[in-house]
């Protein structure tokens, strides 16, 4: 969805607010299609003094699977990004990802949510903190229970090797 902003561009004050639907449903992440329903989007447009800002609020539930144990679970999420609206930058702008250059004055929502929302995808899902993961042995899910398994004791130095590969 395209937004004009010429009207609040031009004028010294104003404000406006507009909803959109944003589809991310294309989105794949780490083998699972986080984006199931709709992104919920919530702009305001404000020009204070010649300043013109785009405070955008995001709604939407995250489908994903837990790292460790691998059980599909979902999780809400409500994401805040401000921007500064401008229609060209000036030489004393800084090079700040938070500004939104639009020549001809038109925001393409679809992009901005994009831009803010796709960066911050959790680099680590757990269903929960603590989750047990699944048993290595036979594989179940240590978080509903204890299987009985023989596992031995962490090596240290095999502690040492998980860390490595869970940053
Ligand atoms: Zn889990
Ligand atoms: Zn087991």
């Given amino acids: 969805m395209k937004l004009d902003l010429n009207r609040i561009l031009d004028r010294g004050d104003g404000?406006?607010?507009?909803?959109?639907?944003v589809d991310l449903r294309f989105v794949h992440y780490r083998g699972v299609?986080?984006?199931?329903?709709p992104v919920l989007l919530t702009a305001e447009a404000r020009n204070r003094v010649?300043?013109?800002t785009l405070d955008c609020t995001y709604q939407y539930t995250l489908h994903l699977s837990c790292d460790r144990c691998l059980t599909p679970f979902s999780k809400q999420v409500t994401?805040?990004?401000a921007h500064t609206v401008v229609r060209s930058l000036s030489s004393e702008s800084s090079d700040d990802d938070d500004y939104l250059v639009a020549p001809d004055g038109i925001v393409d929502l679809d992009e901005v949510a994009t831009n803010d929302v796709?960066?911050?995808l959790p680099g680590k899902f757990l269903c929960r903190e603590d989750c047990k993961g699944l048993c290595p042995v036979c594989g179940c899910n240590l978080n509903?229970?204890?299987?009985?398994?023989?596992r031995r004791e962490a090596d240290p130095r095999l502690a040492i090797l998980d860390q490595f590969f869970e940053n």
């Fill in 15 to 21: 404000a406006e607010v507009v909803k959109a639907d």
């Fill in 33 to 37: 299609s986080p984006f199931q329903e």
């Fill in 50 to 52: 010649g300043v013109v």
């Fill in 79 to 81: 994401l805040h990004a």
């Fill in 118 to 120: 796709l960066p911050e």
């Fill in 144 to 150: 509903e229970g204890s299987c009985g398994c023989e």
